[in-house]
């Protein structure tokens, strides 16, 4: 409590001595605000200090509501009134993401357009090691025989039974 009282006396001091020179809080400056910050900082951040201290050491549902006004006051009247509280955030990085993000694609296309394409051959279909001839004889040994019966006989796959007979014109034909 007594650097509650430190950082208070250390506020009102300032208060009283600008309001000598005719500045009240409400007409301070950037210059009177930074005097007053400066002047009251090591106060303010002790006080804070012991405020975290007492909230590390006892759960927060059993502190004295009175300590938990005082700090919120203190620090709303830091923040707020005196703008004590300086934020360094900066747009450096996301702005360098999205230009990142943003030059990527036409980057890539550019790239893609520039430099020479690998040239692709013909598509070269595997040589059949099937004859129609063999085929031929399979299916008038038994003409009402499976792809998958013919493979096992001419041990090809029946995919490729399937193809040979497409290329011959047999159509597909379902058994009933």
């Known amino acids: 409590m007594a650097q509650y009282k430190k950082m208070l006396a250390c506020l ?4 009283e001595v600008l309001g000598v ?25 002790a006080l804070n200090h012991i405020y975290a201290d007492v909230l590390g050491d006892i759960d927060a549902d059993h502190i004295c509501m009175d300590i938990v006004d005082a700090m919120n006051m203190t620090r709303m009247v830091w923040s707020q009134n005196l703008k004590c509280t300086q934020r360094n955030v900066t747009a450096e990085a996301p702005f360098i993401v999205v230009t990142c993000m943003c030059i990527l694609p036409p ?19 595997r040589l059949a090691t099937l004859s129609d001839k063999a085929l ?41």
Do not use: E
């Open 12 to 15: 009102q001091n300032q208060t």
């Open 21 to 45: 020179h005719g500045i009240g809080p409400d007409t301070w400056s950037g210059k009177t605000r930074n005097v007053t910050c400066d002047r009251c900082q090591d106060s303010y951040r």
């Open 107 to 125: 980057l890539f296309y550019l790239l893609a357009w520039c430099l020479p394409q690998h040239q692709r051959g013909p598509i070269i279909r």
């Open 136 to 176: 031929w004889n399979a299916l008038n040994a038994k003409p009402n025989t499976t792809t998958r019966a013919l493979a096992t006989t001419l041990g090809v796959t029946h995919m490729a039974i399937g193809n040979h007979l497409n290329d011959l014109g047999y159509w597909k034909v379902y058994s009933t």
